[in-house]
């Protein structure tokens, strides 16, 4: 049974960071691109930054680029999103997502359970 577990949200007043874990269980973690989503009220669920299964290559939202992160631990089968000089807008629910494409027709794609990141003014 795939798990995907968040941690690490919270309240932090603007211009404060947090940093965002993702714990993987259940699927073979370094052949996974994983992907941190957000959706706030309202909204529709946004791609926030993506890093490949070997840790290469990392894809950013335009509006984080400069200020998030994204790393992976294949070892400890974790992924992280180090926030910094966090804004009100960035107040959203924050998913984890692995995904894994072997073949054109074939995909696994997993979901966490979100974890709340609220950002004050």
């Known amino acids: 049974q795939v798990q995907l577990v968040e941690s690490g949200g919270g309240l932090v007043q603007a211009g404060g960071s947090l940093r965002l874990s993702c714990a993987a269980s259940?699927?073979?973690?370094?052949?996974?691109?994983m992907s941190w989503y957000r959706q706030a009220p309202g909204k529709e669920r946004e791609l926030v930054a993506r890093?490949?299964?070997?840790?290469?290559?990392?894809n950013y939202a335009d509006s984080v680029q400069g200020r998030f992160t994204i790393a992976r631990d294949n070892a400890k089968t974790t992924v992280y999103l180090q926030m910094n000089s966090l804004k009100p807008e960035d107040t959203a629910v924050y998913y984890c997502?692995?995904?894994?494409?072997?073949?054109?027709?074939?995909?696994?794609?997993?979901w966490g359970q979100g974890t709340q990141v609220t950002v004050s003014s």
């Open positions: 259940g699927l073979t973690f370094s052949r996974y691109a």
């Open positions: 997502n692995a995904k894994w494409t072997p073949l054109r027709d074939l995909v696994y794609d997993y």
């Open positions: 890093i490949g299964s070997a840790g290469g290559n990392t």
